[in-house]
């Protein structure tokens, strides 16, 4: 079946600009999960969603990003009044239910992601 | 923060050659997993180790993990030049949030590995 997408893949934005990047996740998915990769490193934490229910924002990095997944399918990171700081590529990632009784978290299956560009 | 490190930050082989990276992290996991990540796309899962398994095979990758240490390894064996590509470990963690326990991911900085044909 399809795998995770996101749209734009591409944004360029005008600093202080609002943004919303949309991720459409694996169909049957529970859980979502947004990441913030930088420039050479490895991606970073954002936020969790469990259906539509926002478990965990402890990585969004200021009250400028806000997440939503209101039918607990599609999800978008909206980020308000851009900074150059926000550039970076924006990660989004599905996995089904997030644990097994005594089994194992599941795998992410991560889509292409949105580079962000804000000049 | 990142709790991975991984070794080495680059390596450059020919094709046909192995390839090693490594990875230590800092706390207990759940498991630990593997992406690749080719330049200007997503993430690929490669393979998932969990705490009680200490090696892991799929194709031509075999994953070793040592609790103790807190470190694991990636071999990629017969390497080809379609293997070029970033490789990330990242480890799952228990986290409790709303009542739920999920595996929170945290990535190290990843290998940039570039095989020659």
């Known amino acids: 079946g399809a795998g995770v997408s996101q749209s734009p893949r591409y944004k360029v934005a005008k600093r202080g600009q609002d943004v919303a990047l949309r991720c459409d996740p694996i169909s049957g998915h529970v859980s979502l999960f947004w990441y913030q990769q930088a420039l050479g490193q490895g991606p970073e934490f954002l936020t969790y969603?469990?259906?539509?229910?926002?478990?965990?924002k402890s990585g969004l990095p200021s009250d400028r990003f806000f997440a939503e997944r209101p039918e607990g399918s599609v999800s978008t990171l909206k980020i308000q009044r851009t900074q150059q700081e926000d550039s970076a590529v924006y990660l989004c990632?599905?996995?089904?239910?997030?644990?097994?009784?005594?089994?194992?978290?599941?795998?992410?299956?991560f889509g292409p992601g949105t580079r962000l560009t804000v000049l | 923060s990142q709790q991975g490190e991984e070794d080495p930050q680059a390596l450059s082989i020919q094709e046909g050659e192995n390839a090693t990276m490594n990875c230590s992290y800092k706390?207990?996991?759940?498991?630990l997993q593997w992406y690749r990540q080719n330049s200007g796309r997503g993430l690929v899962h490669l393979i998932l180790i969990r705490s009680n398994e200490r090696e892991k095979h799929s194709g031509r990758l075999r994953v070793t993990l040592d609790t103790s240490k807190k470190s694991s390894s990636l071999l990629i064996t017969a390497s080809r030049a379609a293997d070029t590509a970033s490789y990330f470990c990242?480890?799952?963690?228990?986290?409790?949030?709303?009542?739920?326990?999920?595996?929170?991911?945290?990535f190290g900085q990843g290998t940039i590995l570039t095989v020659h044909p």
């Open positions: 706390t207990s996991i759940n498991n």
């Open positions: 990632a599905s996995s089904r239910k997030p644990a097994r009784r005594g089994g194992s978290y599941n795998e992410q299956f």
């Open positions: 990242a480890t799952a963690v228990p986290f409790l949030a709303g009542g739920t326990s999920y595996g929170k991911l945290t």
């Open positions: 969603f469990q259906n539509e229910a926002q478990l965990d």
